[in-house]
């Protein structure tokens, strides 16, 4: 059992940043974070939950949703077992709750992470 926690979420005006991090812990299974693809999720208030951001299990292998390319960093410190998400330059649009999930497959697909945080609040207003 893979047991996750995100910080680092709030009140941002447009155009400001935020990182948020993503804390594992996994002592019951031995998997150890490094082989988990770890990803970063967002639910808006009335919309699906989608994809943000994707790493692989080293570092490599990231992907980002179209409407965060270039402002948003995701990446991962393995000794720490921690993920980041490096948000810069947000706007409204990006208010959300963002979720941090794992999963032992290199996938995008949502229904494929196995283990899920319980979210932080992103607001981006003025």
């Known amino acids: 059992q893979v047991q996750l926690v995100e910080s680092g979420g709030g009140l941002v005006q447009p155009g400001g940043s935020l990182r948020l991090s993503c804390a594992a812990s996994d002592a019951a299974s031995g998997r150890t974070f490094s082989r988990y693809v770890m990803g970063w999720f967002r639910q808006a208030p009335g919309k699906e939950r989608e994809l943000v951001a994707r790493?692989?299990?080293?570092?490599?292998?990231?992907r980002y949703a179209d409407s965060v390319q270039g402002r948003f960093t995701i990446s991962r410190d393995n000794a720490k077992n921690t993920v980041y998400l490096q948000m810069n330059s947000l706007k409204p649009e990006d208010t959300a709750v963002y979720y941090c999930?794992?999963?032992?497959?290199?996938?995008?697909?949502?229904?494929?992470?196995?283990?899920w945080g319980q979210g932080t609040q992103v607001t981006v207003s003025s």
């Open positions: 790493i692989g299990w080293s570092g490599g292998g990231t």
């Open positions: 999930a794992a999963s032992p497959r290199y996938t995008i697909m949502m229904r494929e992470y196995d283990y």
